[in-house]
């Protein structure tokens, strides 16, 4: 079977788009490569490989698992099934940390790195900043720091933590997170690609905020005098996650909206002493 036939085949399956994903990824060419090869022949063991990776796909299990990748601010993450895929949605929060952090970097914490897709961002796109990144899944923190490593952000640290548990008397700049906030009840952690992922880093408590409220209770002993906490949230979570960070004292809080026009991060200024 030529290559082109065996796209078109999969394209009825699983769509076009992901078939073509996959077949790269099988063939580990490019696009150019794929459209400029069509009628080769597709050698059996690659037939092969790509049939079970459609069957799989088609099965529900996200595409990023399939391939062990995906792509966040402009650089490819190694994933695996033990961290949440990186979202579109979150180079919001981490393009309002790069606009907070000061310009000589400082001490920055993430909470909850998972792949390490928003410290590993950070550290890469500011030398000067030294970032922790804290997760309680051991299994997490390996893939986090194979992509610290790929990135070749050496200012990073890696801790397995309860959120602050183990940071002592550390103080940041800037403190970012993606929490689990899915309420334990949904019914979307049962549905698409929510049903292969960490419940872990899903879900969090009956309203989704139990580990919001952790969080923000917690900032003010690590944050510095005028450092930021920025979390990202549900799509209908704003208004709570700004009155948590009012009731605990922060300053200037406001909400973010992302490409999509939704309420998606909330933070605060903890006031200078
Ligand atoms: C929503 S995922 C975010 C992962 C990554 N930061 C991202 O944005 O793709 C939440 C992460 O928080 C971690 N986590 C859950 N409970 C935790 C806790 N009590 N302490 C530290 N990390 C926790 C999970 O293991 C998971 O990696």
């Known amino acids: ?22 077949l790269r990824y099988v063939l580990r060419c490019d696009e150019a490569w794929l459209i400029a090869h069509g009628d080769d022949d597709l050698a059996s063991p690659q ?14 299990e996200p595409v990023a698992y399939l391939t062990g990748h995906r792509e966040f601010y402009g650089r490819e993450f190694v994933v695996t099934p033990a961290v949440l895929i990186p979202r579109p949605d979150t180079e919001l929060l981490v393009e309002l940390a790069l606009q907070r952090l000061p310009a000589n970097g400082g001490d920055v914490l993430d909470l909850g790195a998972g792949s390490g897709c928003i410290g590993v961002t950070i550290a890469a796109e500011r030398a000067q900043a030294r970032v922790t990144l804290v997760d309680a899944s051991a299994d997490a923190l390996d893939v986090a720091r194979e992509n610290a490593q790929r990135h070749a952000a050496a200012n990073t640290v890696l801790l397995r933590s309860d959120w602050y548990a183990a940071l002592g008397d550390a103080r940041y700049v800037l403190i970012v997170s993606n929490p689990p906030y899915i309420a334990s009840g949904d019914a979307h952690l049962q549905q698409g690609d929510l049903r292969f992922e960490p419940q872990s880093a899903l879900a969090s ?19 510095a ?9 549900g799509h209908d979570q704003a208004e709570a996650c700004t009155m948590l960070l009012q009731q605990s004292g922060f300053a200037e809080v406001f909400s973010a909206r992302d490409l999509a026009g939704i309420r998606r991060v909330s933070g605060g200024r903890w006031p200078p002493s």
Do not use: K, N, Y
């Open 1 to 22: 079977m030529t290559i082109a036939a065996a796209l078109a085949e999969a394209q009825q399956v699983i769509g076009r788009l992901e078939a073509r994903v996959l």
């Open 47 to 60: 037939s092969a490989a790509f049939g079970v990776l459609i069957a799989r796909r088609a099965a529900g």
């Open 205 to 223: 408590g009956t309203d989704g905020l139990a580990d919001m409220r952790r969080i923000v209770a917690g900032a003010p002993a690590h944050l």
């Open 225 to 233: 005098a005028g450092g930021w906490l920025l979390c990202e949230h």
